[in-house]
């Protein structure tokens, strides 16, 4: 996927809304295809790469790395390597990803209970 150009004006508004309130970021990050079902998968248990790819079956491997690398980029999630023949990779939530994860269950049961989509 191809990053905005700088100079457009989707890229001055983001930026602009970005500035305005934190909570703009965030919901950008979040509002990423799969972002919050791989949170959601790790909160789950699921904490190797090949698990994640069993429960989330339609995500390519590509999107679940980079999806991983955004979590753990902005720590919400740890990455633990295991050493071993072969070496392992284990990924867990922080607790700031403990917290947000809480707080986004409430938006999901408040989205089943009170939304019409």
């Given at each position: 996927m191809s990053e905005r150009k700088l100079s457009s004006t989707n890229f001055y508004n983001q930026s602009f809304?970005?500035?305005?309130?934190?909570l703009n970021e965030l919901l950008y990050l979040l509002s990423k295809r799969?972002?919050?079902e791989v949170l959601f998968s790790i909160e789950e248990g699921n904490s190797r790469f090949n698990s994640l790819k069993e429960d989330l079956e339609h995500i390519s491997d590509h999107?679940?790395?980079?999806?991983?690398?955004n979590l753990e980029q902005f720590?919400?999630?740890?990455?633990?390597?295991?050493?071993?023949?072969?070496?392992?990779?284990e990924y867990a939530l922080t607790h700031k990803g403990e917290e947000l994860s809480e707080i986004l269950g409430g938006l999901c049961d408040f989205?089943?209970?009170k939304m019409q989509f």
């Amino acid at each position: 996927m191809s990053e905005r150009k700088l100079s457009s004006t989707n890229f001055y508004n983001q930026s602009f809304l970005e500035e305005k309130c934190a909570l703009n970021e965030l919901l950008y990050l979040l509002s990423k295809r799969w972002m919050t079902e791989v949170l959601f998968s790790i909160e789950e248990g699921n904490s190797r790469f090949n698990s994640l790819k069993e429960d989330l079956e339609h995500i390519s491997d590509h999107i679940l790395a980079d999806r991983l690398r955004n979590l753990e980029q902005f720590e919400l999630v740890n990455k633990s390597c295991i050493p071993g023949n072969p070496p392992r990779t284990e990924y867990a939530l922080t607790h700031k990803g403990e917290e947000l994860s809480e707080i986004l269950g409430g938006l999901c049961d408040f989205a089943e209970s009170k939304m019409q989509f």
